[in-house]
């Protein structure tokens, strides 16, 4: 009996979410022109092979796609005084973690997919392993949706503090994570820190499906993937409930 | 079977108990007014019986149903009415109705039907399709109090659901309270306004410093709690009313062109009254007298008078 409310509670919070946040400027900024701005910073002029580097752009782009609608939606429902009469509806803190994941998520997919399926078209990448590539896909945007979702915690009622906050968490991971020095080129210490990064593990994977020069295997980067996902989502519950009435 | 029940609540926020051991219980069918200064613990209280807060201690049961095991078809009993309308302003009034029901688990096909006719019924079908962004504090209160009842809940909370709305809607909204409970639901309210607590009320508790400090209904608590009685006199000029002076004129609040004289006995601050005016000959423009009133009452219990 109450599964099934569990679920359908988390679809009507993403569906609510979908309408409301994926149109709001900071998701638009964050998650769409940011990376965007950080690809042609990095790509453009300096003859670079597009193949080579197209695996680290597609992670990134996942990365800050589906982690972008997360941080917004708890502040600005706070700020809003939406927040306390969602909890008082037929839902859970983890239904509502659950519903924010998955409008994530959902953001983080749909973009990748385009940008994927339009690179593919126009530059004629290789497609390599679609299953792997699947995969990624999948577990990367709801591993990155659910990072979101733990950057929201925080009691702020201030969209603009969260959002800036999950810059500064978000950046340094893309810079440890082997997009802008593919991770074989990585030695010692800097590949250490690298495995800390959990966008590595889907950097390699999109290495190792596309142009086959993955350096830790997928088993292990989907394990990892996978692992970073229950451990942000556990963060998410944990500090949601722990900061539930703050900023009400 | 009691509509709401709630044993030994006790919700503490570090060194401040802001509920403490409060037991209530409200039958189905009740009007209940919850009545307090600000601080006593209302907004608590209601966000323990809604599921928002976790008691310390204590449970609560609404419809029978235990709120801490099964809060969500505890909840699905419920509809609430905040303060802050608390509507998605991104959203037009339709859509927020339409998930409001999503939410409470309505069946897709009813949802909408649903909605547009309460809409019409809330004097918003014309704007509904309409982001709610663009609408007054009324309009949206009246979409909150669609998305509170468009499951035709068994209780209902409301805190404090006329504050700061113009006389129209709080008719509509006073309206629609007793629309509901005539349907059936139970009404737990929290206000401010005496008044309208005293006429929607069937029965009212006092809550004081966190402790439930009197359950009864208006009637009895203003007799057992107000021994005072008043009389209400406007003259046809302005009356300064440090000039009354009489050992049974308890206490004089100007409202308006009125004086509001507190007294322990009527007739004789009456007959005092009437000989000050024909001396001083001023024309005396009405006079009533008033029995003890649920104010009086509640500061009495609340010891702010």
């Known amino acids: ?248 | 079977m009691p509509a709401i029940e709630a044993h030994h609540l006790t919700r503490r926020f570090g060194s401040i108990t802001a509920v403490d051991d409060l037991t209530l219980t409200v039958e189905e069918g009740e009007i209940f007014g919850f009545l307090g200064p600000n601080g006593a613990g209302k907004t608590t209280t209601i966000r323990l019986l809604t599921g928002v807060l976790t008691p310390d201690t204590g449970t609560i049961r609404i419809a029978g149903i235990d709120l801490r095991t099964d809060p969500l078809p505890a909840k699905r009993c419920m509809g609430i009415i905040p303060e802050n309308s608390a509507v998605y302003s991104d959203l037009t009034a339709i859509q927020n109705l339409t998930l409001a029901g999503r939410l409470y688990g309505l069946p897709a096909a009813d949802r909408n039907a649903r909605a547009r006719s309460l809409l019409a019924d809330l004097g918003l079908a014309d704007r509904a399709d309409e982001k709610v962004r663009t609408f007054s504090k009324g309009m949206k209160q009246r979409v909150s109090i669609g998305c509170a009842i468009i499951h035709e809940p068994a209780v209902l909370f409301l805190d404090e659901p006329t504050s700061g709305l113009d006389v129209q809607s709080r008719r509509l909204v006073t309206g629609m309270i007793r629309r509901m409970h005539d349907q059936g639901s139970t009404v737990f309210l929290t206000t401010h306004n005496i008044d309208e607590a005293n006429t929607l009320c069937t029965r009212i508790g006092i809550i004081n410093r966190g402790i439930l400090a009197a359950t009864d209904r208006p009637e009895i608590l203003k007799q057992t709690f107000d021994t005072t009685q008043s009389i209400e006199i406007s003259f046809a000029r302005e009356i300064d009313p440090s000039v009354f002076s009489h050992p049974n004129v308890l206490r004089i609040d100007q409202r308006g062109d009125k004086l509001r004289i507190v007294t322990d006995d009527p007739d004789r601050a009456v007959k005092y009254l009437a000989a000050w005016a024909d001396r001083e000959g001023v024309r005396i423009a009405s006079l009533n007298t008033l029995g003890p009133s649920l104010e009086e009452a509640f500061l009495a219990i609340t010891g702010e008078s």
Do not use: C, H
């Open chain 1, 1 to 248: 009996m109450v599964l099934p409310l569990f679920f359908q509670g988390a679809l009507a919070v993403a569906g609510k979410n979908v309408r409301i946040y994926y149109t709001k400027p900071p998701v638009f900024i964050f998650g769409l022109l940011f990376p965007l701005f950080l690809f042609i910073a990095f790509f453009m002029g300096r003859g670079l092979a597009l193949s080579r580097f197209y695996p680290g752009f597609l992670a990134m782009t996942l990365f800050f796609t589906a982690s972008s609608v997360g941080p917004l939606i708890t502040p600005w429902e706070k700020r809003d005084r939406t927040y306390e009469r969602l909890l008082s509806y037929p839902l859970t803190i983890g239904s509502i973690i659950l519903g924010d994941i998955l409008a994530g998520a959902l953001f983080g997919f749909a973009i990748s997919l385009v940008i994927l399926v339009a690179s593919l078209l126009i530059f004629s990448l290789p497609v390599g392993d679609p299953f792997i590539v699947l995969a990624a896909f999948l577990l990367g945007t709801i591993a990155f949706a659910t990072l979101g979702t733990l950057l929201a915690s925080p009691a702020s009622d201030t969209p603009a503090t969260v959002m800036m906050l999950s810059t500064l968490v978000r950046l340094p991971l893309i810079f440890i994570s082997g997009i802008f020095i593919p991770l074989a080129d990585l030695g010692g210490a800097a590949q250490a820190v690298a495995y800390l990064s959990p966008l590595t593990y889907l950097v390699d994977l999109f290495q190792g499906a596309m142009n086959g020069t993955g350096v830790i295997g997928p088993a292990t980067d989907l394990a990892a993937l996978l692992a970073y996902f229950l451990l942000f989502g556990a963060g998410a519950v944990y500090f949601q409930r722990r900061n539930v009435m703050k900023g009400l």
